[in-house]
């Protein structure tokens, strides 16, 4: 039968698992933090999104602000839209006139998209992004394979 | 013609065999509620879960430390020993901490539950039990059946923690690795349901798939001291290629292409 001493370790077994699934959720996973924060959803159509996935980070220079929620064709203009979710915290932060491009992490690192706030003119009452707004000025990630090919063809006209 | 006959003959023992184990299994799975087999779960928890609590530990946090070592070589190459905590972190959430977990588990205590049901059978514990009308499949088979399937995944998550832990000694304390990068590419990387909560559900499986085929070796074990010597050798071998088979199954349809 059991005795104090088994029911001890086992008690032990059991708050060392609680600890790692803790480790695992707030440290590894960082679950506790960005799951559970309010959002708003903002849209920018891109030419071309390279390899940028959802839940992609959106990074306003270098900090995280969001994620790519979704990303998804218009179906009548045929091209890419970046469904985004920003968190709460910077609602009526970024105006309307913010640029937001698709940058990568370094030379082989994953990519993200970079949100470049813009001019707030003085003295005009200042329009923010806000839910389900769309961003007009974007700026689409960088194909190597075309730029190559801008610059074969370039060097081919210039001679 | 003999050939048929051992064909077919040996395709029935093997048929009887699974269904046997079925009705073992499916005895276990319905004796939970049972309010006064809960100190013997604990006891079991005790024995299957406690005792294999070193081994696991050893063996993450060594595998952990030897991934950082083998992962920093090659991606520093790259300029990318950032991507090494990832690297470490998902291989041990998705696979490594629940396929050796069981592997171990299957070595550590399959064996053991398999040897001692099997000498409980020898020596006639068993039936002794069903004579006093208390069902084994209650008292015995599903105590540690229970506690084995809460004892497994447990002793997965721990393993992969240590192991990430162990990751962060080699990486970050030895090699030099930034702890910021380790940590932040990490906690970019790892998903709580695809990478964490898929590995706790294939440890589940494992758990399951081990002490399923540790119980009903012993239980079905030839009473005599051979017979135990080959169920036990049986448990180990069966398990882990059942292990290993299953893994491959789970990951193509939890992280396969779609």
Known sequence: ?159 | MNVFVNLGATTLHKLQAIGNASLMLWGALFAVPRLKNIPLTIYQIYVLGVQSLLIIIVSGLFIGMVMALQGYTILVNYGAEGSLGPMVALSLLRELGPVVTALLFAGRAGSALTAEIGLMKATEQLSSLEMMAVDPLRRVIAPRFWAGMISMPMLAIIFSAVGILGGHVVGVDWLGVDAGSYWSIMQATVEWEADVLNGVIKSVVFGLVVLWIALYKGYSAIPTSEGISKATTETVVVSSLTILGLDFVLTALMFGVN
């Open chain 1, 1 to 159: 039968m059991t005795s104090r001493k088994t029911e001890l370790l086992v008690g032990i077994f059991v708050a060392i698992t609680i600890a790692a699934t803790l480790l695992l959720a707030l440290q590894v996973a960082n679950k506790g933090v960005s799951g559970s924060s309010e959002t708003y959803t903002v849209f920018a159509k891109f030419d071309n999104i390279g390899g940028l996935k959802a839940r992609s980070s959106v990074k306003v220079g270098g900090v995280v602000v969001g994620r790519v929620s979704r990303i998804y064709l218009d179906d009548k203009e045929l091209i890419p839209v970046v469904q985004m979710e920003i968190s709460m915290d910077y609602i009526n932060t970024f105006p309307e006139t913010s640029s937001v491009s698709i940058l990568t992490a370094g030379l082989l690192g994953e990519q993200y998209v970079g949100l470049q706030p813009g001019f707030i003119f003085p003295g005009e009452d200042p329009i923010f992004l806000e839910q389900d707004s769309f961003v007009v000025d974007t700026k689409s990630a960088l194909v190597l394979e075309d730029l190559i090919g801008q610059f074969l063809f370039s060097r081919d006209s210039s001679s």
